[in-house]
């Protein structure tokens, strides 16, 4: 079995982590998130903007804690776009928590279904995958690939009536 898991907003709590930033680092305010993330994935290519080892681990929601720890090896985080500052995230955010740390495919500008339809066949059956963002559960879910699809909705919006919702990982059987 393996667990493909969205990073922002699914295992990582992108709202606050804006909002940390803008107090504590850098501010960018009046901006979009995409130019955001533009930005400061700038910044930490540059080396103005970085995070210390384990800086970032209180984001990380403690139910996805949890469950990398219920799932040992048979988790990995899919991210999309920036690729400097997720690289930065992921690494202070699970520095120590998890050993092993959990493999991370970075899917650069490429969107996840077709991601995975390239790499899937190295994973173990049967895939499953958690993702915020419907375009990419319904891109996913169109395949064809046979995985298993669940959305996540950290936001309390409801969600949509394709996959199954969760509002936390404590909410899988």
């Not at 606050?16 to 501010?27: D, L, Q």
């Not at 879910?141 to 969760?166: A, F, H, N, Q, W």
Request: hydrophobic content about 35%; overall charge negative.
């Amino acid at each position: 079995m393996t667990w493909f898991l969205d990073f922002d907003r699914t295992i990582f709590d992108t709202d606050r982590f804006i909002r940390y930033v803008h107090t504590n680092h850098f501010r960018s305010h009046g901006l979009g998130e995409g130019a955001i993330g533009k930005i400061w994935n700038e910044q930490v290519e540059s080396g103005k903007l970085k995070f210390f080892p384990g800086e970032l681990t209180s984001f990380l929601y403690q139910d996805a804690l949890k469950f990398f720890k219920r799932y040992p090896g048979k988790c990995v985080i899919m991210t999309y776009d920036n690729l400097a500052l997720q690289k930065a995230k992921i690494k202070s955010s699970f520095f120590e928590v998890i050993m092993p740390e959990p493999e991370v495919l970075y899917t650069l500008q490429q969107r996840k279904g077709h991601f995975l339809e390239n790499i899937l066949k190295r994973f173990t059956m049967p895939y499953r995958f958690v993702d915020d963002s419907v375009d990419e559960l319904s891109l996913v879910g169109e395949s064809g690939m046979g995985v298993e699809i669940y959305e996540m909705r950290r936001d309390g919006k409801v969600g949509g009536i394709d996959y199954p919702t969760l509002k936390s990982f404590d909410d899988l059987p």
